[in-house]
């Protein structure tokens, strides 16, 4: 078995010395996070010796335990596999054949980057579950993170011939992308996460004291005075504000510095992140496709983000839950290149996610009716039960119906957003009500197809066609199409795979 053309290494070896600090320090970080609020919120005169001796005693543990994971960590790459021994009580030894490894991605946080060193995630891709399929070295030397994925990842040289200027970049962080930040809801997730953290010391907080404050005291005698739509639009306008800073921040420390470049070796390397920077390396051999999002307000301001189709990026952590960003081509860019990229790395004369779409029959329509219209009833049927019977006012069911006008956008919405193609070497499908997605997968990585078919598709004689890929989610669906049309275009997508169980159409004979 042959992997690369670099010299295995055959001795067993440590995670860098330094770790043994640096895992401690974030525990310790966040010791201090909490000493901080509680003598902000409680006054020192509040706080006793016994705290500090707690978090004293932490600390030390945390390096005596980092100190003995330290000693009891090696690991070692041969010929044919990759080793890992580690175990403080109990012992264990990992190895995964070489020739299974998918992917080596490196993440250097702030306190990683202080000290020269990386994480270094060596996985096989496979689906939730498998975690001994996946090795995590923490804390080695950058330039040994580097040494291994070089001698780990790459298959294969590029041919004599190809075009020598590898790295210039697909794409490249600019000033143009910033302006595409404040067009999601990233700053008001965070405000949540912010105030569920607070919630943490709500032990800690002497809200009586808070309360008699005097900013507090004079913003609530403020907002007394003020008439309440003026307040009401007040609010909103600071959140879309505070929204507006956050996302814009948050899009920079995530993604700045990003760049997209395609090495030598017929891999595309990803390396975006101000505080905590990722590296991600995707073998192009192994790419099936790319799907293009485009969140409402997104599309409205011009912007999309793109996702990569490939086999063995693991998108699911070992419980099953989605990574974040795992298969991530593009964050929030300018749609036009999005689908530059998009063609780019398709190897496509133009981006197939642009392309004219066939539209989906008007009766697609009514089915999207039925079931979103319904469902938002339900509240006000729930609360106009007890109000005719004279046991609750009637006016939060005649409230409730306001949820009917965002349904039947809804549906519109998702009705506008359907469609599908063949595009040369590619299969198309648009789906999404809120979030456009546009999939394209090459037609050679399709290995299944699945039809489902509700009760209110029968009588239109509607389908939903999945076509089952071996990389990334692994299902892509072409929703509430013509049967007749998209089982066309599934036989001609994939010749040979669905023709054994094609027969004549007794209505149609």
């Known amino acids: ?24 320090v974030k525990p310790g970080g966040g010791l201090l996070l909490a000493g901080a609020v509680a003598v902000t919120f409680r006054g020192w005169d509040r706080v006793g010796w016994i705290e500090p001796t707690i978090g004293a005693v932490v600390v030390v543990g945390i390096l005596v335990l980092s100190a003995w994971a330290w000693a009891t960590t090696t690991y070692r790459v041969t010929a044919t596999h990759v080793e890992l021994r580690s175990g403080l009580l109990v012992r264990s030894a990992r190895s995964v ?3 299974r490894l998918r992917s080596v991605d490196l993440t250097v946080d702030v306190v990683h980057r202080v000290a020269g060193l990386a994480v270094v995630a060596i996985g096989t891709g496979r689906q939730g579950g498998e975690s001994d399929d996946e090795l995590k070295l923490e804390s080695v030397s950058t ?75 004079s913003a609530v005698a403020w907002a007394g005075g003020v008439a309440p739509p003026l307040l009401a639009l007040l609010v909103i ?10 996302s814009t921040v948050l899009y920079v420390v995530s993604y700045g510095g990003f760049r997209l470049v395609r090495d030598d070796d017929r891999t595309l390397r990803l390396t975006y992140g101000l505080l905590t920077q990722r590296s991600v ?40 839950n ?11 860019v300018p749609v036009a290149l999005a689908h530059r990229v998009t063609a780019d ?31 938002s009833l339900l509240p006000a049927v729930g609360l106009a039960v007890p109000a005719l019977l004279g046991v609750f006012p009637h006016w939060p069911w ?54 489902r078919r509700t009760v209110l598709q029968r009588r239109p004689r509607l389908l939903s066609v999945t076509a089952a890929v071996a990389a990334g989610k692994g299902a892509h669906t072409i929703a509430y199409a013509d049967q007749d049309e998209v089982l066309r275009v599934a036989a001609d997508a994939v010749p040979g795979l669905l023709a054994p169980f094609l027969e004549p159409d007794p209505a149609q004979a």
């Open 322 to 332: 989605e990574k974040r960003d795992s298969d991530l081509l593009l964050p929030a």
């Open 281 to 320: 390396t995707i073998e192009e051999a192994r790419i099936r496709g790319v799907r293009v999002d485009e969140p409402l307000l997104l599309r409205l301001g011009g912007g999309a983000k793109a996702k990569i189709v490939a086999a063995g990026l693991g998108v699911q952590d070992s419980e099953g």
């Open 97 to 99: 054949p070489r020739d």
């Open 143 to 217: 330039a040994e993170a580097e040494r291994l994925r070089s001698v780990l990842l790459v298959r294969e040289a590029a041919p004599v011939g190809a075009p020598a200027d590898h790295r210039a970049p697909l794409a490249e962080f600019g000033a143009s992308w910033v302006r595409l930040a404040p067009l999601s809801l990233a700053g008001l997730v965070a405000i949540g996460v912010l105030a569920a953290a607070l919630g943490q010391f709500r032990d800690a907080i002497d809200y009586e004291a808070l309360w008699g404050s005097g900013p507090v005291r």
């Open 398 to 451: 005649q409230l409730a119906l306001a949820l009917v006008p965002p349904a039947v956008a809804g549906a519109v919405l998702e009705f506008g957003n359907l469609g599908h193609a063949l595009s040369g070497a590619f299969l198309v499908a648009r789906s999404g009500s809120g979030v456009r997605r546009t999939a394209v997968v090459r037609r050679d990585g399709v290995i299944a197809w699945r039809f």
């Open 1 to 24: 078995m042959t992997v690369t053309g670099a010299p295995p290494v055959t001795d067993w070896r440590r995670l860098d010395r330094r770790s043994i600090w640096v895992e401690a």
């Open 345 to 375: 790395v398709l190897g496509a004369a133009s981006s197939p996610a642009a392309v004219a779409l066939r539209r989906h029959p008007a009766a697609a329509l009514r089915v999207l009716l039925l079931r979103w219209v319904p469902v």
């Open 237 to 246: 306008g600071g959140l879309l504000l505070l929204n507006t800073v956050l």
